[in-house]
């Protein structure tokens, strides 16, 4: 009998090459937007499955005996559905990556801020020095049809 292998996304299949971690422990999502509207949170919910699904299927690669191994039976149930004790894992690698995305955002943030001030600045300057030009070419213009109309 062969076993059947999980069925998994492109994104599972790069991940199932990367080096084994340890598992993580169980917390609760630290971003669930308790306020705003249902559709917000529905959203975040179905990103929020779609993520824990990719990331049981890597779970599931570690630990081929949660795969049924019978080629002909359908495969059953995932067993995070129905066990809740799976989900743990899951959620706590999802919440460090969200901190680890936040810590990101937070830094470039940080960086960002001087940076939009020198920007404003130089935009400033450079409209400065703009008019500034269109004033002396004018003033040239003049100076030069000025010395024209004294040579006729």
Do not use: C
């Not at 062969?2 to 917390?27: C, F, M, N, V, Y």
């Not at 149930?77 to 129905?82: Q, V």
């Not at 936040?102 to 939009?116: C, D, N």
């Amino acid at each position: 009998q062969q076993q059947q292998q999980p069925r998994l996304s492109r994104g599972s299949q790069a991940k199932a090459a990367a080096p084994a971690k340890s598992l993580p422990t169980a917390a609760t999502p630290a971003s669930y937007p308790e306020t705003g509207s249902a559709a917000d949170q529905i959203e975040f919910l179905t990103s929020y499955v779609n993520k824990l699904s990719d990331l049981l299927e890597l779970y599931q690669l570690r630990a081929p005996d949660l795969v049924d191994g019978d080629k002909e039976a359908p495969l059953p149930a995932r067993p995070w559905l129905s066990n809740h004790a799976m989900m743990g894992p899951l959620l706590t690698q999802y919440d460090a990556t969200i901190q680890q995305l936040q810590e990101r955002v937070a830094f470039y943030e940080e960086r960002l801020g001087p940076m939009q001030e020198r920007v404003q600045a130089l935009a400033s300057e450079n409209t400065h020095l703009y008019s500034e030009m269109a004033q002396h070419l004018q003033a040239m213009k003049k100076h030069d049809e000025l010395q024209r109309q004294q040579q006729q």
